[in-house]
């Protein structure tokens, strides 16, 4: 049951050099006992986040000067092996495509036995955070994101 | 155990009339097969604001015109009974205190047999939102909140 | 920019009749001013097994007797409209496709303009909670999502 | 404003050694702006539950083999300073008194400029997870909380 945004599972994991750590927490689990399933997309969030600050493209946005914020157009999750209490994780990013104005970002999550537990993807685009509207990436963000 | 804020039980509940009702969702259960213990926190919050909103408090806050808005100061929960997935709540807020720039409210969450699974209590404070400064109730509020 | 799951979104849309309301708490918003993105796989939860306990489905499971208990497999979410503190929302969901062992289930969010605020596919696997291995579905429980 | 629970602020602070640290996630501010109120109850957990590990008391509990498990009685914090996006916190908790089946336990969050965040206190108590019955605390149990 490979998902579809993964041709090639070697050569996609290979893709992947940034990553964050998280420690699933006690009120991150639910009474079957593991991860929640709501809770990689609090992750996902995390590691984008991080990576984006990496990139040097989050400064921009937090301070709001110019009304551009990164908004999650879609998100998905593949849930590959039940996660419990306490594991320790990696989460991982990486670029996949840029457009015009966003970025298609994909996901890895890996425990400390190297073994993937969810994978996933989603494309977030610069807004503008009155009107709704597209902001096409300048040049210092492109060189920013094709670095 | 009765908790400090909470002098006769009988004459505490009478004072309730406000309720917004609630049902325990799934992803806030935890690994012990109950709600988490953080998760009454979140339901305070939500009694609270529908309760200002009842009084005709939140317009202003929200709108934000004159950077007021409501901050909590503190809050605490003791936890009576314990509360499991699906189960349908009323979480009750009354007023029990009327500071020059804060309220202290409580709060009591019933079952549908009318047990007693929470209670909390908690101060907010109207605060401005650049300053970090207190903010005097004005006439129109004060007649809100004694009403 | 349509979601791959949706063909013809009239045809897609006439397929829900089953939801639940939500309203957007105040901790589900973030600093953006709008509902987290990471808010509606929560939402997706709550309308998912509210759906399954509509279908007779969810007893055989929180019951836990027979240690079968339904896993998300993957889940995705669109999102097509910024969501404000305090909108009120009902989350659609329904059968898309049934499997031996699996459902995959087809979300939808409307608020009070009849807007769609964003949509959602993903699929539950029934499993054996001790081994992890997939469960098929038998003649009561085909007879329930056939209905 | 000082909580009744600190009689002398710099004593109270001297009886603190172990920290987890934390930093705030997006996904915890709100439309205010700023960290939400229910965050530090998520945060008070963690650290809790890593202090009860480095105590050597939390293997019993998650085996579960006797079906003693720790549910919180009560919680309380008071927030002092508002808190915003990625600040990074020292959650400190420390055992302020021991119970026959209890503890009593207090929290302090500091940030990168040593000042204090929030402070809070609540009790857990060892209980039977099937007929809610506390459970007093044995001796190696007693001998790890003392040490």
């Not at 009304?67 to 320790?88: H, L, N, R, T």
């Not at 994780?89 to 298609?104: A, C, F, R, T």
């Not at 685009?125 to 994101?145: F, H």
Request: charged share 20%.
């Amino acid at each position: 049951m490979q998902s579809s945004y993964i041709i090639n599972m070697e050569e996609w994991k290979k893709g992947f050099s940034f990553s964050v750590p998280v420690q699933v927490r006690f009120s991150e689990t639910d009474m079957f006992g593991h991860m929640n399933n709501t809770v990689p997309i609090t992750y996902f969030e995390y590691a984008r986040i991080e990576f984006l600050k990496h990139l040097g493209l989050m400064g921009k946005w937090t301070q709001g000067d110019e009304g551009a914020i990164p908004v999650v157009a879609d998100i998905q999750c593949d849930y590959v092996k039940q996660v419990y209490f306490e594991e320790q994780l990696s989460i991982y990013v990486k670029i996949e495509n840029i457009g015009n104005s966003s970025l298609d970002l994909h996901y890895l999550a890996i425990n400390n036995m190297e073994e993937i537990c969810f994978t996933g993807r989603g494309t977030i685009v610069q807004m503008n955070r009155q009107t709704g509207k597209s902001i096409q990436w300048n040049e210092t963000q492109l060189q920013s994101v094709q670095a």
